[in-house]
């Protein structure tokens, strides 16, 4: 089998990297070329245009930054002619509206689609360590599973398309939220003139804490959000696809609203590039 891997980002770059660990037959695309160079050096066929990778495989994955991108990339016009008898795995974050409406599309053009959105970062995406969650048939799911596990020992089958997007997105509002969580809390204590590590010794104990906290609590006390594995900015495009799907579905979205205010300050002290982590400047600014 032949893969087409479009969009070799953060995430897709180690994750179409597995993929030629693996001694898989690999033709790979990006908008900007020269993020294709360690690919190409790797052993993978790099083309200049999308059709040329959708055309010359059999399934295609996509790792793009939101359904704009993926329209642009897989269903214009030639692009979508190539579409016809493939397979199309979108392994972005994108809305569950978003994902049902880009497989009619593809269903149109004559392929097949599944979305298998992951949770993880860069650390967990070059050991093959994330979680893949598969919105397919079950027959789908069984045909790809090998394909999955490249990326993640244990992808789940959550259900139909857009199921496996809305547990995406419902798992990186728990991101958002958790992080804000703490970041005040920190900030709060900090104030009180509260040793930190009393904070974290009380809180590795007891039944609140998350490894999470652990992991970003350096870059907070350090103000160093530099090289991150997730930026504020994409944090923020998912935070608002959770909020325009919780309130479709009439949910009350007033906290993760309130978080989504913090993150646009951090955007606004040019955090938008930086680790998601900088929401802790954000509320020790004290502005609302």
Partial sequence: ??????????????????????????????????????????????????????????????????????????LSDRS??????????????ITPTESREIRDAVVAAGGEYIEAPVLGSIPEAKAGNLIVMVGARQEQYQRYLELFKYFGPEPLLVGPVGTAAALKLGLN???????AAFALSLSFVQRYGIDVDALMYVLRQSALYAPTFDKKLARMLDGNY????????????????????????????SSIEGVRKVLDMAMKMSFAHEDYSSIFTAIKSGEN
Wanted: proline share 5%; glycine share 6%.
């Fill in 173 to 179: 509002q728990l991101i958002a939220s958790q992080t």
């Fill in 1 to 74: 089998m032949k893969v087409a891997f479009l969009g070799t980002g953060l995430m897709g770059l180690p994750m179409a990297q597995k993929l030629l660990e693996a001694n898989v037959e690999l033709i790979a695309y990006n908008r900007t070329p020269e993020k294709l160079e360690p690919l190409k050096a790797a052993g993978a066929e790099v083309v200049t245009k999308p059709y040329q990778a959708i055309r010359a495989a059999d399934c295609v994955i996509l790792m793009l930054t939101n359904a704009a991108a993926i329209y642009s990339v897989l």
């Fill in 80 to 93: 979508s002619q190539a579409v016809a008898g493939r397979s199309i795995i979108q392994m972005g974050t």
């Fill in 226 to 253: 530099a090289n991150p594995n997730f930026p504020t900015k994409h944090l923020m495009k998912d935070i608002d696809f959770f909020i325009d799907e919780a309130k479709t579905v009439g949910l009350n979205v």
